[in-house]
């Protein structure tokens, strides 16, 4: 790193405007999002800090808020389908996006890169082209409005999460080792279940987390799709931001950056458990 | 397709083989692999596509519902009024059309070509009920003055169409003009062409803002030490892991009128307390929300470009003379043009076809091409304009997308 420093003092002003305009951005980057914390713990009902606030004033803290979506029916409804959508919707994209992905590192695989181009294709598609075609088409087999409907919205979703994780991580796989196993006498399947499955697995986590996180997030095909009684927590939210604005969003948004920071934190111990 | 015979060649008693063979055993078996998912997709996710694209092109419910009127006009040359005949079928099927309880579809589809004639449809059924015969025409123009009109019939004929263009031409601020060649619609009904024009400069905008700043981002975290890389790294992640919800709030709660970025600026003098700034609910709004969200998409890719280039080259080309900016642009910038490639057309892509944010914070300056499929989708219920306007952003989508492939390889797509 002395390379850096090497650098003629000339420069000096230069890598501290750099410096400081770096900062500048992850500011830009993290600050909304560390605002909101302080914030939902407002007695009052106003989304920016009052003057109690400011002087440290015990009273102008509470958990009210908390309180609220805690005892909120609708919230604790939105957590319960929220979980049951996206968990399932998780199980069948990383069951089925793990296999794909097997077939896709495959370098007899016909057709890969077609094939990886069409799985690839719901992430980039615009959401709302997406959710507009599911309602039009899920309306007419009877799947809008229920649960069943969009767990499969949702796994399609996913399922490129899966895919790629998955992808990226086979690359790094050494085939020999199947070879192996095969070479001893193990069937297909057992070689899969305990030589490939085991060493991979930190991928396919990982996907799965992704899918989730992406399900856990999703509200336009809900918002297309869903009735009320499948109200999520992004659509819980949606409707909060939208009508009838209070600070139990903020302490809604608290508790989804936690999740964030788990799923984050997560992912990067996995990925570099498989880098080892 | 080289490696197949080579992995053949391990198994016992199968020797080299000429070529693959179209359907042998590994590529069945990846094929076999990878058939469920594209089976899943295919149903959950392309077949509702194409569906859709179909709705843009495809309506019966006219020509289902009047297809005596319909055959009878064919004949009519498009001049003047048609004759008795069609009027006749006319009232006929819209009696029956009324007690099929489709005739609202019917007449707000009709009304779509040409608006002001969902009543006239609706009224001659009311009160055609009370006629029992002929002359149809003169009974019908003594109901509803359209009757009378030459554009009213050409209306119901072009209604009437199967299969169209119509809310593609629509969708693009086209129309045919009575001649039957192509126009542009009237000056003060053309939005469509505005919203995408304004949604393809936002889009550039946001993409050339997220490569400016986040450019020598990307380089001080791969040039870093490994640690404080990490701890950068982290930084850039907990954005794009956090809900597109919670970072829309956050900027509203900063951004908004009594928000905490105007309190600040009025506790510090800058503005006075009348003259807060607008930040939200307005251009400013999506531009500054979208920049936000899609800042991670660039900083990642460039990142994992810049992290591979060794830093002792820019070093070397310093030792051998050349100025800082030199080396900057001689030697590192065409090092990263991968990653710069990769970055600029993901957020793009995703900049493109942007909803959620613009829906919340954008109020009625901020609307992007998305929001108002949003709006036929759901408000006006012009379902076929919808899908219209969806197919056309689908194309500037998949045309960029393929692009990536070409330019970046999908395969090569990363997360995080």
New interface residues.
């Given amino acids: 790193m002395t390379t850096i420093t090497t650098t003629t003092a000339g420069h000096g002003f230069w890598h501290i405007a750099y410096l400081g305009f770096c900062a500048l951005v992850f500011a830009f980057l993290i600050a909304p999002i560390l605002v909101i914390v302080p914030l939902s713990f407002n007695a009052e009902p106003y989304f920016t800090f009052t003057e109690g606030m400011l002087r440290l004033d015990a009273d102008a803290w509470s958990l009210r808020w908390y309180r609220q979506i805690v005892e909120d029916e609708e919230w604790s409804r939105a957590l319960a389908n929220s979980l049951f959508i996206g968990v399932s919707a998780t199980v069948l994209a990383t069951a089925l996006g793990t296999l794909a992905a097997l077939g896709l590192s495959n370098p007899a695989m016909p057709a890969r890169r077609f094939a990886t181009g069409l799985l690839i294709s719901p992430m980039v598609t615009p959401v709302i082209i997406s959710a507009a075609g599911m309602f039009f088409f899920y309306s007419n087999l009877g799947l809008a409005q229920t649960h069943l409907g969009l767990i499969l919205a949702h796994a399609a979703l996913g399922t490129p999460f899966v895919v790629i994780t998955v992808t990226a991580t086979l690359a790094g796989y050494d085939q020999n080792l199947s070879r192996a196993a095969a070479s001893m006498g193990a069937g297909p399947l057992t070689v899969f279940r305990r030589v490939q499955l085991p060493l991979i697995a930190p991928g396919v986590v990982s996907g799965g987390i992704f899918a989730f996180a992406a399900s856990f997030d999703e509200v336009v095909v809900v918002l297309f799709m869903g009735g009320i009684e499948q109200r999520t927590i992004p659509r819980q939210m949606w409707s909060g931001i939208r009508e009838e604005i209070s600070p139990a969003i903020l302490a809604v948004a608290v508790f989804l950056i936690v999740f964030a920071v788990l799923f984050l934190l997560t992912v990067e111990w996995l990925r570099r458990r498989n880098a080892r | ?1 080289s ?2 015979p080579e ?1 053949e060649a ?1 198994r016992p008693g199968s020797g080299p083989r000429p070529g ?1 063979r179209p359907w042998s055993g ?2 069945l ?10 089976a ?2 295919g149903v ?6 194409a ?2 694209l179909v ?1 843009s092109v495809y309506d019966p419910v006219v020509a289902d519902a009047l297809p005596e009127t319909l055959e009878r006009l064919r004949a009519w040359d498009g001049q003047g009024l048609p004759d008795e005949a069609v009027y006749e079928a006319l009232a006929g099927e819209v009696l029956a059309a009324r007690e099929d309880r489709t005739l609202g579809q019917v007449a707000t589809r009709v009304n779509r070509v040409q608006s002001g004639l969902r009543s006239a449809l609706t009224r001659t059924a009311r009160r055609l009920r009370n006629v029992d015969e002929g002359p149809w025409s003169d009974a019908m123009i003594g109901i509803h003055a359209a009757w009378g009109e030459t554009g009213t019939w050409r209306a119901l004929r072009e209604a009437g169409d199967r299969y169209t263009a119509r809310h593609y031409l629509n969708a693009l601020d086209l129309q045919r003009d009575p001649e039957g060649s192509i126009a542009f619609q009237p000056e003060d009904r053309q939005i469509y062409l505005f919203l995408l024009w304004r949604t393809l400069l936002v889009s550039l905008g946001v993409t050339t803002l997220c490569l400016l ?2 450019y ?2 990307a380089r ?1 975290i791969a ?1 870093a ?1 490994p640690r404080r890389a990490n701890l ?1 790294l ?21 951004l ?1 009128n ?3 970025l105007n ?1 600040m600026l009025v506790y510090l003098g800058v503005i006075g307390d009348d003259g807060r700034l607008a930040m939200i609910y307005n251009m400013t709004g999506t531009f500054v929300a979208m920049t ?1 969200v899609l ?2 998409f660039m900083v990642l890719p460039l990142y994992s470009v810049m992290s591979a280039i060794p ?2 080259q820019t ?1 070397a080309a ?1 030792s051998l003379g050349a100025t ?1 900016w030199q080396s900057f642009w001689r030697v590192y910038w065409p090092q990263t043009l991968p990653g710069v490639g990769a970055g600029c057309l993901l957020v793009f ?2 900049a ?5 944010t613009p829906a ?1 914070v954008g109020g009625s300056t901020g609307q992007l091409i ?1 929001n108002l ?2 709006f036929h ?2 408000s006006s219920l012009n ?1 076929s304009l ?2 219209a306007l ?1 197919g056309i ?2 194309v500037c ?1 998949a045309g960029l ?1 393929l692009l990536y ?1 070409r330019l970046v390889g ?2 090569r ?4």
């Fill in positions: 397709m490696e197949i992995k391990g693959p590994p590529r078996r990846a094929a076999l692999l990878v058939l469920p998912l594209l899943f997709v959950t996710f392309l077949a509702p596509l569906n859709m709705r700043i986040g020598p981002v001080l040039h030490p950068l982290i930084l850039v992640l907990v954005p794009f892991w956090t809900s597109l919800l919670v970072r829309t709030t956050s900027w509203i709660v900063l908004q009594q928000g905490v309190d936000h800042l991670p830093r002792v070093s310093e800082p892509i995703l493109i076809g942007y909803y959620i919340l998305s499929i949003a989708m759901q379902w919808a899908a969806g952003l689908l989508v997308y492939d999908i395969e797509m990363r997360l995080g």
